[in-house]
């Protein structure tokens, strides 16, 4: 089973999309499962993974209701307050639900680079496990090291890392990005997407042989088992249409074996989120 294991859905509004900035016009509109089937369709994708948009106990109940509709939404990744004092009632809602199988919260976003490792934080990411969920790292290549800190903490806890910690692509800079990854993919407990990229690079006159150097350091480092294809829909939209986006990777990818290909395209996610059709 094919999968896209990173994508969004949301009703746009200003106000609760503020990210959605200058030059960004294109995804200043709602975005429906309606929307993304004719492209999984005609890239023979059998579902995808909701992953949060902004960080509101709201939309995640937002998700979860598309999914009840919509078979093709295999999992969401949601969002909840780790540091509130009542995560664990959140997660408990959350987790009753089978479509529910992660949390993602915009640390890209957060100030302190060692935002992952502060003590309310983690005490709230430690009762995950418990419910059977997993983590999303939302990252800049600045807050790895606390990421492979916090990974070598709790060892119990499955993580993947979205959009590679958003290398910098456009540039071309490898270092000090390749090091950190390399570090956080000797922790076994951590899987990577093969997502968000496309945005990296530059947005007009990008060239499937950007994204190589970063996609073959994400091979070497963390294995097909443990990679998965994500798009980033509608994000990636910004700087290619959905197959070219699903087309850096599946062309990356094709001088693997058959078998390896499939642990990309769908075996892996399905494995580490749990998905079922």
Request: proline fraction near 7%.
């Amino acid at each position: 089973m094919r999968v896209d294991a990173h994508q969004h859905f949301w009703r746009y509004d200003p106000a609760e999309y503020d990210w959605i900035g200058e030059g960004m016009e294109r995804l200043a509109r709602d975005y429906l499962p309606a929307d993304l089937a004719p492209l999984l369709t005609a890239e023979g994708i059998a579902g995808s993974v909701a992953v949060q948009a902004r960080q509101a106990i709201e939309e995640t109940r937002w998700l979860l209701g598309l999914a009840a509709k919509h078979p093709a939404i295999l999992g969401v990744v949601g969002w909840v307050d780790l540091r509130s004092s009542e995560v664990g009632e959140q997660l408990r809602e959350f987790a009753a639900n089978p479509r529910f199988v992660g949390v993602r919260h915009v640390v890209q976003d957060e100030p302190d680079e060692r935002f992952l490792l502060g003590e309310a934080f983690v005490g709230g990411l430690r009762q995950l496990h418990g419910f059977g969920l997993t983590y999303d790292l939302l990252l800049y290549p600045p807050q790895l090291p606390a990421a492979v800190e916090l990974a070598g903490m709790t060892p119990e806890q499955p993580f993947v890392l979205d959009h590679l910690a958003k290398p910098l692509i456009k540039p071309g800079t490898l270092d000090p990005w390749q090091a950190d990854l390399r570090a956080l993919a000797r922790h076994p407990n951590v899987s990577c997407k093969l997502s968000g990229l496309v945005t990296e690079a530059a947005w007009q006159g990008w060239k499937r042989a950007d994204f190589a150097p970063y996609l073959e350091v994400a091979l070497e480092a963390f294995g097909p088992k443990r990679l998965m294809l994500g798009s980033d829909w509608p994000v990636c939209l910004l700087a290619a249409e959905y197959p070219d986006t699903v087309g850096i990777v599946t062309d990356f990818i094709a001088r693997l074996s058959d078998s390896e290909q499939a642990l990309i395209l769908g075996g892996t996610a399905s494995r580490f989120y749990g998905l079922t059709r």
